[in-house]
């Protein structure tokens, strides 16, 4: 079947432009997660959605990220107002309960 | 942050031989896997091995776990070219409120000569 698919795969902005980072996840995993990678800080945890639960936001870095899953499925990661620091590869993955994480291609942001 | 660390943070050697990949982490675990990255994309994932087991095995792939010295290691037998990648241990977080999320090692980039 379908892996995890994700949208754009490049995107280049201007510094304090707003991005919207698409994911849609394997169909019937009912958890969701957002990394980035960057070559200074290595694979970092964002956010984790699971099924009716509240999200676990501990990883996002500031409040210019948000992270929505709509229906259960897609989810939208949000970066306003970005900054060069925000360059990095966004990495999004889904899994069934406890099971191993099936990670997407991965969007590469880069702020000028 | 980055709770693992890996050893060496790269490994050269020729087709044929055998490579070793070590992780160490700092928290309880529920589980430790191991990935696979090319070209800075798309993670692969190789293997999971549970916290209550020592040695797991897929293919070429053995990794072996010692919970009491808090470390992995990944061994890729009779290597080949394609096997040229970075390598990435993770791990999930025994307990809490965030069980789902993964930590990563720094990763080992691997590179095997034909």
């Known amino acids: 079947g379908a892996g995890v698919s994700q949208s754009p795969s490049n995107k280049v902005t201007e510094k304090g432009k707003d991005v919207e980072l698409r994911c849609d996840p394997i169909?019937?995993?009912?958890?969701l997660y957002w990394y980035r990678q960057s070559l200074g800080q290595g694979l970092e945890f964002l956010i984790y959605?699971?099924?009716?639960?509240?999200?676990?936001k501990s990883g996002l870095p500031s409040d210019r990220f948000s992270a929505e899953r709509t229906g259960g499925s897609v989810s939208t990661l949000t970066i306003q107002r970005t900054q060069q620091e925000d360059s990095a590869v966004y990495l999004c993955?889904?899994?069934?309960?406890?099971?191993?994480?099936?990670f997407g291609p991965g969007t590469r942001l880069t702020v000028l | 942050s980055q709770q693992g660390e890996e050893d060496p943070q790269a490994l050269s050697i020729q087709e044929g031989e055998n490579a070793t990949m070590n992780c160490s982490y700092k928290?309880?675990?529920?589980?430790l896997q191991w990935y696979r990255q090319n070209s800075g994309r798309g993670l692969v994932h190789l293997i999971l091995?549970?916290?209550?087991?020592r040695e797991k095995h897929s293919g070429r792939l053995r990794v072996t776990l010692d919970t009491s010295k808090k470390s992995s290691s990944l061994l890729i037998t009779a290597s080949r070219a394609a096997d040229t990648a970075s390598y990435f241990c993770?791990?999930?977080?025994?307990?809490?409120?965030?069980?789902?999320?993964?930590?990563f090692g720094q990763g080992t980039i691997l590179t095997v000569h034909p």
């Open positions: 993955a889904s899994s069934s309960q406890s099971r191993p994480q099936y």
């Open positions: 091995i549970r916290s209550n087991e």
């Open positions: 169909s019937g995993h009912t958890a």
């Open positions: 993770a791990t999930r977080d025994a307990g809490g409120t965030s069980y789902g999320k993964l930590t």
């Open positions: 928290t309880s675990i529920n589980n």
């Open positions: 959605f699971q099924g009716n639960s509240a999200p676990d």
